[in-house]
């Protein structure tokens, strides 16, 4: 059964006293502060802990059409942002609805402080953090199970939320609970800074982090992943490659977590996924108690649609006819029509053209059937909302990521232990096994896309591989072109978004924007 626990957040919000965007709605439901509530009542913390972990996934505690914050409570849950501004804006995912803001991140063009689309993702971070400060300043003085697990995995989703800071906007102000309620707008915070102290809370939690955990919530090896994954783009945010140390929280990862890779590639996106053996850790949905259009609803119903497909095949009540791949994935896998690769079957192409001539004709691109809300291991009924976990870390992505810090020559690491990772990714996947000699750092960011695409991770990784700005590296729509065109490397950050700005006065704009 799904962990996660929200009849008993109704009704119930934490505290927010943040100077930072002014849009946010801080007031709490009921009349008691977080501090009286946990005095009356000490099993509280579990409610409030799974609320934290919701805040990822859901708009807010009171169904689909209520939101935590005041901005659009379908379009802005923090998942739909980590998808619009990692997939979207990079080459293997286009939107064709037309909003204003979301055409700007499919065509990464024309990118300003006035697009909803970053205000969200923005607020929904600074709405995570503080909530995460609220409680880490009151539960030190509260007799709790477990206190400093629950210690650690609240500030293990602080500094998820930091990491998604640093690496969209790459900067902001540092909140902590030492902070927390402070009147005045904190000071601006570099990325150099915030990398620091989001590498020093994961090192410091890692010990307190359970080896094994409920499902849905975070354990040492969640922990590890995430530190990994600083590690990893640490050039890219601080302009000094910590490969070394990537490789050693992934090894941990691998050797210690009790992982293993799903036997099929399908089943790990599937509504009965929180099965797979291999998903470390998910955001978690369920079409009857965390219904939500931010979560991967919007990744199921917005890739179907009733012009060319049958959305009850896939489990869905519904398509929203929104979101194609493009050739810039598709393409890596060559001819679909004889590639055994069972990545490569997972394109609706019935009806649909190769090319993307006009990313906002749904016929143009194939739509991605790769999540789905069927289940996989037994019989399913279509619903309108989706129970398909979200599998933000997982093992397959830490097997390349081993391989690519051995390519990167990175100290520790094996030559054949990074090749077996390798092919055990895509002999899962019934696609050829490779040669060394084939291993290489081209082959893996192509691997990386064809294993990893709509998961959230593609946008940092072509900017890790030096392929997400300039003209060298193009793709369908990049810079509004229908060939691709190159962009600015003032693209690899984000505009702090306008109401950010005009909160807090320390704040300062990212360079050109």
């Known amino acids: 059964m799904k962990n996660i626990i929200l009849n008993i957040l109704l009704g119930l919000t934490l505290m927010c006293n943040f100077s930072c965007t002014s849009d946010l709605e801080t007031s709490p439901l009921v009349e008691l502060s ?133 690496d969209t906007f790459g900067k902001g102000v540092l909140a902590t609970e030492e902070n927390f309620g402070n009147s005045s707008p904190l000071p601006e915070s570099s990325r150099a800074e915030l990398f620091a102290f989001t590498e020093t809370e994961l090192i410091e939690v890692e010990a307190d982090l359970p080896a094994t955990n409920s499902y849905g919530r975070a354990s040492k090896a969640a922990g590890q992943m995430l530190l990994a994954k600083l590690y990893m783009n640490a050039d890219v945010y601080v302009g000094t490659s910590r490969y070394d140390d990537a490789l050693v929280m992934i090894n941990k990862v691998i050797n210690d977590g009790g992982y293993s890779l799903a036997q099929d590639f399908v089943s790990n996106f599937s509504g009965d996924n929180h099965t797979s053996t291999e998903i470390i850790f998910p955001l978690i949905a369920d079409a009857n108690d965390s219904q939500s259009y931010g979560n991967t609803t919007y990744i199921v119903n917005g890739s179907l649609s009733t012009e060319t497909m049958t959305p009850a095949d896939f489990g869905a009540t519904d398509g929203w006819t929104g979101h194609r791949a493009s050739k810039g994935w598709y393409g890596l896998f060559g001819d679909l029509g004889t590639s055994t690769d069972v990545r490569a079957s997972l394109f609706w192409t019935t009806g649909h053209n190769y090319e993307m001539d006009d990313y906002r004709e749904w016929t143009d691109g194939y739509p991605s059937t790769k999540f789905r809300n069927s289940n996989f291991n037994s019989g399913s009924t279509a619903t309108a909302f989706s129970s398909t976990d979200f599998p933000l870390f997982r093992l397959a992505d830490a097997y390349l990521m081993y391989a690519e810090c051995v390519l990167r020559g990175a100290s520790g690491g094996d030559a054949n232990t990074a090749l077996q990772y390798v092919n055990n990714v895509r002999t899962r996947s019934n696609a050829d096994t490779i040669t060394q000699t084939q291993l290489t750092l081209d082959f893996i960011i192509d691997e990386r896309g064809r294993e990893l695409n709509l998961e959230g991770h593609r946008r940092s990784d072509l900017i890790r591989f030096g392929m997400f700005t300039g003209g060298s590296y193009v793709w369908p729509w990049k810079g509004n072109s229908a060939s691709g065109a190159s962009i600015p490397d003032t693209y690899k950050l984000f505009p702090i978004p306008l109401a950010a700005l005009q909160a807090n006065p320390n704040l300062t704009q990212n360079p050109g924007f």
Do not use: H
């Open 34 to 166: 977080l501090e009286e509530l946990l005095s009356q009542d000490p099993n509280a913390v579990e409610g409030i802990v799974s609320r934290l972990y919701a805040s990822f996934a859901l708009s807010g505690v009171e169904g689909p059409d209520k939101s935590d914050i005041s901005d659009n409570a379908g379009e802005s849950p923090f998942l739909r942002g980590i998808v619009n501004l990692q997939d979207f804006t990079a080459d293997g995912m286009k939107n064709r609805w037309g909003d204003d803001g979301l055409d700007q991140l499919t065509t990464t063009s024309d990118w300003d402080e006035n697009n909803k689309f970053f205000r969200y993702l923005f607020n929904r971070i600074y709405f995570t953090i503080p909530q995460c400060n609220n409680l880490l300043a009151v539960i030190g003085n509260i007799d709790v199970e477990n206190k400093e697990s629950v210690i650690a995995e609240v500030r293990f989703l602080r500094a998820l939320a930091y990491y998604y800071l640093i």
